[in-house]
């Protein structure tokens, strides 16, 4: 089992900044892939950023440029730098650890931004 723990949303203007995290406990040698997941009202959860156990990051395209996915494997923590925030990046944030066979995630973070 993994646990997936987010925070760091909260409601922010246009064009400010947000560092969301992930804090990750439990069997984690069975993880080949994290990412950060979001859902605004009305839409389908969709994918933001990932991360593959050797490092290498992918992003929606929407979010490259704007955000930064990062790791510290000392900590077990997951993060998503978020800069120059849209009002369309307004949704639930989820964390996500995936396995060959295993899917787990955490219960989001609200990230609103306001025009």
């Known amino acids: 089992q993994v646990q997936l723990v987010e925070s760091g949303g909260g409601l922010v203007q246009a064009g400010e900044s947000l560092r969301l995290s992930c804090a990750v406990s439990?069997?984690?040698?069975?993880?080949?892939?994290m990412g950060w997941y979001r859902q605004a009202p009305g839409k389908e959860r969709e994918l933001v950023a990932g991360m593959s156990t050797s490092g290498r990051p992918s992003y929606e395209d929407s979010a490259k440029g704007r955000f930064t996915i990062s790791r510290d494997m000392v900590k077990n923590m997951l993060y998503l730098q978020m800069n120059n925030l849209k009002p369309d990046d307004t949704a639930v944030y989820y964390c996500?650890?995936?396995?060959?066979?295993?899917?787990?995630w955490g219960k989001g973070t609200l990230v609103i931004v306001s025009s």
């Open positions: 439990g069997t984690i040698l069975s993880i080949n892939v």
């Open positions: 996500n650890a995936a396995g060959p066979d295993t899917d787990y």
